[in-house]
């Protein structure tokens, strides 16, 4: 497998630490609201590396936390916590919004066909590990105490913006625009390692500490938590380019301190989904999520397809036209598979197999190229070799590109259907607006009669064939 690494900003040859296993970390998400299909986008292409590393013979452990405290508004530690934020939006408590988020966030990865990594660990529940990092690096010397906080010192680190090829100035501002700037530190680039009370007063969540009462910072977690499943040597950490600074550069600093010894050998970044008006961000207001696709008729495979479409170190544009022209494709695609399904003839030529496989693999150790794995996926379609043959490789390449390539359901929403289903939706709402609820109820059960459940949510109502 050849990737890009980051951290020596070169397509490499992946080699793990322990030959055929392969440990990997993936940032998890901050549940403080629904995923963005941007944020989506960077799950997907981590699902497509770990399947690809599985499909190419390597045994994949993978660890992925979920951020329930300690994400403050700005990454480089000003503003409210994140979590916070998102319980008074929403009237609850931090926890109640943590377990309502972490489920959607599931959700969608379960209808994106994303496999849920073998750990997946919640900060709050390693508070003891960061406390036992903290200290080491205290001891060390690499940290120190500043108006009741703990801080990581970066001067204490010869090689501090390792990870990135940009100047402290220029990282600096770009991350803090418009926050205060935090007295407590020693200097600028300083992160915090643990807060105390001192800071945040209406913390709902705060754990007794060897420097009072606090909650830990947010880069603490993912490299206690690393460190704490899959031990001292990480072969590859992947996260969206936004971690690149100052999450990831931070994670290192604290790790490799508290180690004594080179932490993670691959980094593995994902380039952003923009909408139109440039990143996609949750302070926008209303923001695309998956189940506004789905509302507006998509089925979130036609997502995962567009994000396959495309490179992860490119930049992605959405807009619903180039989502559109992605559902054609896969339609077409789907149409063409369910024909050879229905004409299945011949027996599995082994010979034929290998050449298509290679050439799948070739595209995946290609630093994942999913587009050519496409091309190869309609190169076998195209071939004349028999439809066994052909079937038995698109269920092959399935393994990898999760697009559930053999399941009928998909596509079976035609057009007129669709149309059909919308109107229909548009009408029980507008009934539901004159509390005109007899025919509200009569229009979903005339649906339900179809195999068409309809579900009201708060992004509106969005529908499901049996
Ligand atoms: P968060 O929940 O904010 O911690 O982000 C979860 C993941 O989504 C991280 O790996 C981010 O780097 C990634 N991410 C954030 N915004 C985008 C975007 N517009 N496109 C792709 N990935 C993103
Ligand atoms: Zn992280």
């Known amino acids: 497998m050849n990737l890009y690494n980051t951290l020596t900003r070169k397509i490499e040859k992946f080699i793990p630490n322990n030959d055929k296993e392969v440990k990997m970390y993936t940032c998890g998400p901050t549940v403080y609201h629904y995923a963005h299909i941007g944020n989506l986008r960077s799950y997907i292409m981590e699902d497509v590396l770990e399947k690809a590393l599985n499909y190419i013979g390597y045994d994949v452990i993978r660890c992925m936390n979920i951020t329930d405290v300690g994400h403050l508004s700005s990454d480089s530690d000003t503003g409210e916590d994140?979590?916070?934020?998102?319980?008074?939006?929403?009237?609850?408590?931090?926890?109640?919004i943590a377990d309502m988020y972490t489920k959607a966030f599931f959700d969608d990865c379960k209808k994106l066909n994303i496999k849920k990594p073998q750990y997946v660990i919640k900060a709050t529940d390693f508070i003891d590990k960061y406390i036992n990092i903290i200290k080491t690096l205290l001891e060390k010397n690499y940290a120190y105490i500043s108006n009741g906080n703990v801080y990581f010192d970066v001067t204490k680190l010869k090689d501090y913006y390792s990870l990135t090829n940009h100047k402290e100035d220029e990282m600096v501002v770009g991350v803090r625009e418009g926050v205060e700037e935090d007295l407590g530190k020693k200097n600028q680039s300083d992160f915090v390692l643990w807060f105390t009370k001192s800071k945040f007063e209406d913390?709902?969540?705060?754990?007794?500490?060897?420097?009072?009462?606090?909650?830990?910072?947010?880069?603490?977690?993912?490299?206690?938590?690393?460190?704490?499943?899959?031990?001292?040597?990480?072969?590859?950490?992947?996260?969206?380019?936004?971690?690149?600074?100052?999450?990831?550069?931070?994670?290192?600093?604290?790790?490799?301190?508290?180690?004594?010894?080179?932490?993670?050998?691959?980094?593995?970044?994902?380039?952003?989904?923009?909408?139109?008006?440039?990143?996609?961000?949750?302070?926008?207001?209303?923001?695309?999520?998956?189940?506004?696709?789905?509302?507006?008729?998509?089925?979130?495979?036609?997502?995962?397809?567009?994000?396959?479409?495309?490179?992860?170190?490119?930049?992605?544009?959405?807009?619903?036209?180039?989502?559109?022209?992605?559902?054609?494709?896969?339609?077409?695609?789907?149409?063409?598979?369910?024909?050879?399904?229905?004409?299945?003839?011949?027996?599995?030529?082994?010979?034929?197999?290998?050449?298509?496989?290679?050439?799948?693999?070739?595209?995946?150790?290609?630093?994942?190229?999913?587009?050519?794995?496409?091309?190869?996926?309609?190169?076998?379609?195209?071939?004349?070799?028999?439809?066994?043959?052909?079937?038995?490789?698109?269920?092959?390449?399935?393994?990898?590109?999760?697009?559930?390539?053999?399941?009928?359901?998909?596509?079976?929403?035609?057009?007129?259907?669709?149309?059909?289903?919308?109107?229909?939706?548009?009408?029980?709402?507008?009934?539901?607006?004159?509390?005109?609820?007899e025919l509200s109820d009569k229009i979903r059960d005339e649906l339900l009669e179809k195999g068409i459940i309809i579900k009201d949510t708060k992004e509106g109502t969005i529908f499901e064939i049996k």
Request: hydrophobic share 30%; aromatic share 12%.
């Open 82 to 96: 994140k979590m916070l934020k998102g319980a008074k939006r929403e009237h609850k408590t931090v926890m109640e």
């Open 203 to 437: 913390q709902e969540l705060k754990w007794e500490s060897p420097w009072g009462l606090g909650y830990p910072g947010w880069h603490i977690e993912c490299s206690g938590i690393s460190i704490s499943i899959l031990g001292e040597y990480l072969d590859i950490h992947c996260g969206g380019v936004d971690n690149i600074f100052p999450h990831h550069t931070n994670e290192i600093a604290q790790s490799e301190s508290y180690l004594g010894h080179k932490w993670c050998n691959y980094w593995f970044h994902i380039e952003h989904l923009n909408d139109e008006s440039g990143k996609m961000s949750k302070s926008k207001g209303e923001f695309l999520t998956l189940s506004l696709l789905e509302e507006k008729g998509y089925n979130p495979i036609f997502y995962r397809f567009f994000c396959l479409q495309s490179h992860y170190r490119k930049q992605l544009l959405f807009s619903y036209d180039i989502l559109d022209s992605s559902v054609n494709t896969y339609k077409k695609l789907k149409s063409k598979i369910k024909t050879i399904k229905e004409n299945k003839s011949g027996s599995i030529d082994y010979e034929k197999v290998k050449i298509y496989k290679d050439k799948f693999v070739n595209s995946l150790e290609n630093d994942l190229n999913t587009s050519l794995a496409l091309t190869t996926l309609y190169d076998v379609l195209k071939s004349d070799i028999n439809n066994a043959t052909k079937l038995y490789l698109i269920e092959d390449f399935d393994k990898v590109l999760s697009l559930d390539l053999l399941k009928e359901d998909i596509v079976n929403i035609d057009d007129e259907l669709l149309k059909y289903i919308n109107e229909k939706i548009e009408i029980r709402k507008k009934a539901k607006e004159n509390k005109d609820y």
